[in-house]
């Protein structure tokens, strides 16, 4: 009955078709087929019997529900009693064995029925976690999307404008050093004033004044590391020129003293020894801590003749301990640098150097090249 299946097809439209749901669309299917049949066998004609049919299921919801059971038995007994009349030109036994297959149908779509609510709450988890999948890739494209923001908003705005606040002072420094910042002349003020962003000014006392206190904070501390270079005595290392190893007092007496840690620093074996800064002020720049070392590196190569390999730590402050920067300097390799940028007024590292404010300075002068101690770092570093 291509009509009943057509109609059975409609029921069943959006229902997952699993081997439970194919089942019971078969067996309303068998039981329709059946009931039109005895209709029409009982005498009601085609198209009333096939409206007949049909009227007894019109959802497959009533049936899921359980409704469907009462709606089979329901239509079973009208059909056996349309089909009455014709019963007695059966026999006994037919009718029999028609009444058992009528049962055995009606129990068969009974017991069925109650069998896709486990497709159902298969579903509906299916459908939860799909939810559930939806929320954390939600979740997910929203931290992406905070770390890309946070990762411009740094590059772009705040490192930028971090160095240019570095890069500032580091010019002033420059100047300074270089005799450019603040020099007076007759009485008259000749230093520049700040042009950059960091609001750089010069007064009477040759000193820049900068708008942001950390900045000045930074100059200062970084001008008092370099004038204290400037300002060392070389005679008074003389005194430690007949000791065969340096000692934590020796570089106490150098730029950075301050900072040594005398548990920390010591000989390693008969030529090196190594030295170790703590805490080292996060405001002095970092060009004024290279000059220091470089120039520590320099004075005790020419105080000791035996000392071939300076070790040096540098742990700035607030630095976890294992942060610490770590250089090695080479007595041979330092004595040619300085021999190269000196044009050889420097080819040896001795107490020779000390003996006069004139013999140190041609060292000084290279001390005082951003370019080459920052070489001489480069070539040092360790880690």
């Known amino acids: 009955m291509n009509e009943l299946r057509m109609?059975?097809?409609?029921?069943?439209?959006?229902?997952?078709?699993?081997?439970?749901?194919?089942?019971l669309k078969e067996e309303i299917?068998?039981?329709l087929v059946a009931r039109y049949e005895d209709y029409v066998a009982g005498g009601m004609g085609e198209a009333e019997a096939l409206a007949q049919a049909k009227a007894s299921i019109t959802s497959i919801d009533d049936v899921l529900a359980g409704?469907?059971?009462?709606?089979?038995?329901?239509?079973?007994?009208?059909?056996?009693?349309?089909?009455?009349p014709t019963a007695v030109h059966a026999s006994d036994d037919d009718a029999g064995e028609s009444t058992c297959e009528e049962d055995a149908a009606t129990e068969g779509a009974a017991a069925t029925v109650v069998q896709p609510a486990p497709a159902t709450a298969s579903t509906a988890d299916a459908s939860e976690h799909a939810n559930l999948w939806l929320k954390i890739l939600v979740v997910a494209a929203a931290i992406i999307a905070?770390?890309?923001?946070?990762?411009v908003l740094w590059n772009v705005v705040l490192e930028p404008t971090g160095d240019q606040l570095e890069d500032t002072v580091e010019d002033v420094v420059d100047a300074t050093v270089a005799g450019g910042a603040g020099q007076t002349d007759n009485g008259d003020n000749q230093g520049t004033g700040g042009g950059s962003g960091a609001g750089a000014n010069t007064n009477t006392s040759?000193?820049?004044?900068?708008?942001?206190p950390e900045d000045q904070r930074e100059y200062e501390a970084t001008m008092a590391v370099l004038d204290e270079?400037?300002?060392?005595?070389?005679?008074?290392?003389?005194a430690y020129t007949g000791d065969s190893q340096p000692s934590s007092?020796?570089?106490e007496n150098l730029p950075l003293g301050s900072y040594v840690s005398a548990d920390e620093t010591g000989s390693i074996n008969a030529g090196t020894f190594e030295v170790y800064y703590v805490n080292v002020s996060e405001d002095i720049d970092g060009d004024a801590i290279d000059r220091a070392i470089v120039y520590n590196a320099a004075a005790a190569f020419s105080a000791y003749p035996n000392l071939q390999r300076l070790n040096v730590v540098v742990h700035e402050a607030y630095d976890e301990h294992h942060d610490a920067d770590v250089y090695a300097f080479d007595r041979s390799q330092l004595e040619r640098a300085f021999a190269n940028a000196s044009g050889d007024a420097v080819t040896q590292f001795n107490s020779s150097l000390f003996e006069s404010e004139a013999?140190?300075?041609v060292v000084r002068q290279q001390i005082d090249r951003h370019d080459f101690c920052d070489h001489q770092m480069d070539v040092a570093e360790r880690s």
């Not at 109609?7 to 089942?23: D, W």
């Not at 040759?206 to 942001?212: A, E, I, L, N, R």
């Open 359 to 361: 013999s140190w300075d």
């Open 7 to 23: 109609y059975v097809e409609h029921l069943f439209e959006g229902r997952v078709l699993t081997a439970e749901m194919i089942e």
């Open 206 to 212: 040759d000193t820049p004044t900068f708008s942001d």
């Open 146 to 151: 905070v770390i890309l923001v946070a990762t």
């Open 67 to 84: 409704e469907g059971e009462d709606a089979f038995e329901g239509a079973a007994s009208s059909a056996s009693e349309d089909a009455e």
């Open 249 to 251: 007092v020796f570089f």
């Open 29 to 31: 299917y068998g039981n």
């Open 229 to 238: 270079i400037d300002a060392h005595d070389p005679t008074s290392l003389q």
